[in-house]
């Protein structure tokens, strides 16, 4: 089944806080209801990504928050173009792990950068095309790091400080964008964390 005009969902939260999990539960869900999906990352959902990918969370030595910051937007622009757009355009439902809010909440909150800067370069990325709905997998910073693991890429090493300004970072911008933005307490079963996500996209359907 095709929505009337595609929608382009995003999902966003700490690592480890259950995004990739929920995301595929809820790709089945809606396949199961016939509506067409795609699934994609970000940074490394397009070709060029892939590239990206790899130096921001696998780039051995120093790397610049200004440089950091640009190879996330440049990630972006490509995949929101190549990707996202084109999928919703065709009528698909576009499940987005990862967008906008993680380069104000990791860039902004987390490296304290700028956040009325990255708001601009977000909107040049994305030529001003914001999620129709956005969710945020909220849990504290413990219990992700236990869910994580002890395989950790470049973000996820950083340190508890910085983590705890990145979920801060999420809170706050749930509180600046309610429309756009629902919050979902993910320290909660699998199970209920699923039964939560359904509610808030029945509504939007
Ligand atoms: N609600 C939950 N309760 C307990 N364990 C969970 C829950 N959600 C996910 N997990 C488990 O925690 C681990 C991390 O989950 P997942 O990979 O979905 O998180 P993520 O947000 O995609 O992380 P990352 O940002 O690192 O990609 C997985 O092993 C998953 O099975
Ligand atoms: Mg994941």
Redesign the pocket.
Known sequence: MECKKGLFISFE??????????IELLNNYLKEKNYETIVTLEPGGCEIGKNLRQILLFHKGFVSDVAEMFLYLADRAQHIEEIVLKNVNEGKIVLC?RCIDSTVAYQGYGRKGNIEQIDLLNNIATKGRKPDLTIV?DVDIETAQK??GSTKDRM?KESLEFHKRVRQGYLELSEKYPERIKVID?????DK?FSDLKEIIEKIL
């Open positions: 939260g700490i690592d480890g806080c259950g995004k990739t999990t929920q792990d997998f869910r994580v996820e993910a320290t909660q079963t699998i964390v």
